[in-house]
């Protein structure tokens, strides 16, 4: 029984993930940002366990890990959790740069070295779930963009760094996926929302999944997914 330490687990791709690793009987330990959210997701997947950091402030993140026990094993780290905010550089404000950049970039930075000693002592897989955007930025999209720019960065340094030490490392560029953050892409950029355009999260929970249980003698590096429709 593998253990998985997942952010983002409460909706959308995260969830999707997490049903389905809980349902063939693996151990989850899921993100939450405070007591209460903690109490829903234990709830949501029974047998689980919470880990509670906000990922929004991540420089009390080194304190609230502190604070608890850390599990003592884990096989993979799923970086699933992520906020998106549209709009021109001219109208963009500082604090929603840094809501983006802190949540979907410094965070997992954070999260990801908090957690180092214990990742390298199982050889566990890192998955980083990054966007389209990630690979190219269009108007509106910066702050989001960057920060999946960012996140590209960070994966491909740690793959490179940590490879000796038996850590895989694992990007996946999802297209647009009916989700509610989708949703929410749809409304600022007034458009009507067709949830049966776009990705099923299931289906890039499949992809994810994949990179998690390929054998030992093989690793994706970049998974690239794409609407079908």
Known sequence: MATHLITGAGAGIGAAVAARLHARGDDLVLLARDAARAKQLTAQYPGSRALVGDLADPDRLSWAFSKQAVPERIDSLLHIAGIVDLGPVGELRPKTWHQQLNVNLVAPAEVTRLLLPTLRASRATVVFVNSGAGLTAHADWSAYAASKHGLKALADSLRAEEKPNGIRVTSVYPGRTATAMQAKV????????????????ESVATTIVMAVDLPRDAEVNDLTVRPGR
Request: net charge negative.
């Open 186 to 201: 749809h409304s600022q950029e007034g458009k009507e929302y067709d949830p049966a355009r776009w990705i099923d999260p």
